[in-house]
């Protein structure tokens, strides 16, 4: 086992913003305000991963990648960093990585909000492998609708819209060429798919992967209710909650929220919503909020 000891070494002030999700953890450096380097590890969500793991994946994937750069500063905006544990783990685990630079956590939904708004009031969602949302001050998150997790939530999420994929096949509610593309796009079985979801790791990951099936085959109307049905059910569920959302703009981050947008512009339209800023990555906004700071 190896480490990074930047107590000793004499550099120029480096700053690491980290954006991880359950699938993915993007990492952009810093050098003053000038991006340096930009690179992707496998998520970090502590929900799914020990403290230990943590650390693997940091010196096995990070590490090798940014040996020659040392961070003064990390930030780190993860899923499941709501919780006090959880940041503790993920805290625990940069520091014992990147001895001697200042780490800060938080949760996704912060750096969401912080990509999207800035210093501007508004509500920040998040619509990737999981979903969120919040009102934001300009400062602070002040609401927040409950986030239950794949299993009991996240409307409208990559999750929630491939196990809705999932349903129509098992069910065979697909027609016959929906079901044929299926067959095609996958080359899998309902014995396989259980296997996946009920007793392999990272089933939330797993599901999303389905919801591409959703963006390829846009037109059908099977399809565009799938997708239709998956971000009322966010709306309903979770903006509606928000006394803000009749004045605020929405704004969404996130690989669904993207590929999607214009239903979400439909949905906003219909609705008499403002619809904000709709980013496919939160890092874009998080590199130019830390950059003016």
């Known amino acids: 086992m190896f480490y990074l000891d930047v107590s000793k070494e004499i550099t120029m002030s480096l700053i690491l913003i980290a954006d991880s999700g359950s699938s993915k953890t993007e990492w952009c450096l810093l050098d003053g305000a000038k991006k340096k380097k930009t690179l992707d590890t496998q998520g970090l969500s502590p929900y799914f991963l020990s403290g230990a793991q943590i650390s693997e994946v940091l010196q096995n994937e990070l590490f090798p990648k940014i040996k020659n ?54 509500i920040a969602c998040i619509l990737g492998t999981g979903a969120n949302s919040c009102y934001f001050n300009g400062k602070k998150i002040m609401k927040n609708s409950p986030g239950l997790g794949f299993i009991l939530g996240d409307e409208g999420s ?37 296997e996946n979801v009920y007793k392999k790791p990272l089933p939330n990951k797993y599901l999303a992967n389905f919801a591409m099936f959703l963006a390829e ?10 997708i239709e049905d998956g971000f009322n059910d966010f709306f309903f569920n979770h903006i509606y909650k928000y006394r803000e959302s009749w004045t605020m703009p929405i704004n969404f981050a996130g690989s669904i929220a993207y590929g999607f947008r214009d239903v979400l512009k439909d949905l906003c339209n219909s609705y008499e919503l403002q619809l904000g800023k709709v980013i496919k990555r939160p890092m874009d906004g998080l590199i130019k909020f830390h950059q003016q700071k």
């Open 217 to 226: 085959n846009r037109g059908h109307f099977m399809i565009e209710n799938i």
């Open 69 to 122: 750069f040392l961070p003064d500063e990390i930030h780190f905006y993860g899923t499941g960093c709501s919780n006090p544990n959880n940041v503790k783990i993920v805290r625990q685990a940069l520091s014992s990585v990147f001895k001697g630079a200042k780490v800060s956590v938080d949760h996704d939904l912060m750096g969401a909000a912080k990509a999207l708004c800035g210093n501007e009031k508004g």
């Open 158 to 194: 990559g999750a929630y819209l491939g196990k809705k994929v999932i349903q129509y096949y098992l069910y065979n509610t697909f027609d016959a060429d929906l079901m044929d593309r299926f067959d095609a796009a996958f080359n899998t079985n309902s014995s396989e798919i259980l």
